[in-house]
Nanobody
Framework: QVQLVESGGDLVQPGGSLRLSCAVS????????MGWYRQAPGKQRDLVAT???????DYADSVKGRFTISRDNAKKTVYLQMDSLKPEDTAVYYC????????WGRGTQVTVSS
């Protein structure tokens, strides 16, 4: 069973940066297409970035040009570099398969506020 552990969330000022990490258990991580999701209070969980097994990436319009998803197959880890953060980026961030088929982890809280 795949387990997901997100980390790296914090309180940051507008314009700041954070790097989130997601450790993924499972021996065949390299073939998974992965994604980062976020859920703000009172809102649905949205997919914001994806990376295929081959390394192709895609982003929601709201984060395009500011967020970068990457992966390290040797470490079985997915990253989300977040730059030029805005208050509307405040949310709990989760990683999962890009189709959301794994059990969800606890997520990591990102708060953007002055």
């Amino acid at each position: 069973q795949v387990q997901l552990v997100e980390s790296g969330g914090d309180l940051v000022q507008p314009g700041g940066s954070l790097r989130l990490s997601c450790a993924v258990s499972g021996s065949i991580f390299s073939i998974y297409h992965m994604g980062w999701y976020r859920q703000a209070p009172g809102k649905q969980r949205d997919l914001v970035a994806t990376i295929t097994a081959g390394g192709s990436t895609d982003y929601a319009d709201s984060v395009k040009g500011r967020f970068t998803i990457s992966r390290d197959n040797a470490k079985k880890t997915v990253y989300l570099q977040m730059d030029s953060l805005k208050p509307e980026d405040t949310a709990v961030y989760y990683c999962n398969h890009k189709n959301g088929v794994f059990a969800w982890g606890r997520g990591t809280q990102v708060t953007v506020s002055s």
